[in-house]
């Protein structure tokens, strides 16, 4: 069986990126992040994840700079796991699959999440690349150039 190219030499951000978080449990666990989870009893009864697996995913995110470590913020002996400013950076990814999915992947009236603006109560609007005059920028109009 050929070897997996090692990703340190993939010229592709999205292939990086998706070996970092493209896996169910880490994408799911920087979810829940963002949604204040610290802990990682919290994180395990949120995903209903096996221990060892929830182990090995918070070290690679905390190895990769996504997450960090620190003492509890209710002075108890545990230790929290936050977003650091590189993993709270991955916000508009999620944001993005959220509304892709609520948008193709639910029948009329099925009941599921949204995304609400805490400040207006209102839906984060919808999110779309756009051209440097603010107008939408569909794929056909890009292209991929590779850099030095």
Not at 14 to 24: E, M, P, T
Not at 26 to 40: E, H, N, P, Q, T
Not at 102 to 111: A, D, P, V
Request: glycine share 8%; with cysteine.
């Amino acid at each position: 069986m050929p070897r997996r190219k090692p990703i340190s030499d993939e010229p592709c951000p999205v292939a990086r990126s998706v070996d970092l978080i493209g896996d169910r449990w880490s994408l799911l666990i920087v979810r829940d992040a963002f949604d204040g989870m610290r802990r990682f009893g919290d994180f395990q009864r949120s995903l209903g994840v096996a221990r060892n697996i929830l182990s090995d995913r918070l070290r690679k995110l905390v190895d990769a700079g996504v997450l960090k470590t620190q003492d509890a913020s209710d002075g108890t002996a545990y230790q929290e796991y936050v977003l650091t400013a590189k993993g709270e950076s991955l916000f508009p990814v999620v944001v993005a699959l959220r509304q892709w999915g609520e948008r193709h992947l639910f029948e009329r009236g099925e009941r599921h999440s949204v995304l609400i603006d805490k400040r207006t109560g209102n839906p984060v609007l919808h999110m779309e690349p756009q051209a440097k005059d603010g107008s939408a920028l569909p794929p056909a109009v890009t292209e991929v150039r590779k850099v030095i």
